[in-house]
């Protein structure tokens, strides 16, 4: 099971080098921004936490659990402003979009602020996992919302739909794997399954988004051979 599990943390980290430069191809981190952002930080913080374990900082240590949890949360919340702007791409024209604007303002600022008020110990690793667990759930009730935005418009961005799929499977696939993960005991097989289904949904997800930004490659008509009558 180790090996399967750093066999998936390798491919993953192949995958964000992959759609960093996916996204610069065709400037495609122009259309997707936030996307753009969280790729270079989710690889930044990849290699931060690499350097870390080679430089003696083990996993059981408490400075290793602040630092993943942090970093967790952190990308969470990049997530879950990202099912926000995607909604909000997806009613682009539409006029319920001002309304709907409104509401995931306040949405996002609830989400922002609520951990501070209901989970004690803040910033600790304790409150950073149940503050990465409230944004994943969030962002996956939300994720429902715009896939219902995007099968309410005529016009369907093919590209749009890959990239929400991918936002969708992140989302879910944490979300699930955060509320079984509660009741697993630390270092036994059931926490190991749990952490490894979260490494295999968002490495899914990553493959869905390099292949949503591969360049499509157009090829020209045959040339028929010109035949006298």
């Known amino acids: 099971m180790n090996f399967l599990a750093s066999s998936i943390e390798y491919i993953d980290v192949v995958l964000q080098v992959v759609l960093v430069v996916l996204l610069l191809l065709a400037a495609n981190y122009r259309r997707y921004p936030l996307l753009f952002v969280y790729s270079l930080i989710l690889l930044s913080l990849t290699l931060l936490e690499t ?13 290793w659990r602040t630092l993943y949890w942090q970093n967790e949360m952190v990308v969470d919340f990049l997530l879950f402003l990202m099912v926000i702007l995607l909604t909000l791409k997806a009613l682009e024209g539409s006029p319920m979009r001002a309304k709907v604007k409104r509401l995931l303002l306040v949405v996002a600022t609830g989400a922002a602020l609520l951990p501070l008020v209901i989970f004690p110990a803040r910033f600790s690793p304790r ?9 994943n759930f969030a962002a996956a009730i939300l994720n429902l919302a715009l896939w219902g935005a995007m099968l309410g418009t005529r016009k369907r961005d ?5 990239v929400s799929a991918g936002l969708g499977i992140a989302v879910t696939g944490a979300a699930i794997a955060y509320g079984v993960r509660q009741f697993t005991s630390a270092g036994g097989v059931g926490r190991s399954l749990v952490d490894l289904f979260k490494s295999a949904t968002h490495a899914a997800s990553m493959l869905i988004w390099c292949w949503a930004f591969l360049p499509t490659i157009k090829r020209r008509p045959a040339v028929r051979p010109v035949t006298s009558p």
């Open 51 to 63: 350097w870390f374990v080679k430089h003696g900082t083990t996993f059981a240590s408490a400075q």
């Open 127 to 135: 409150w950073f996992y149940s503050t990465s667990q409230l944004l």
């Open 158 to 162: 093919p590209r749009l739909l890959a």
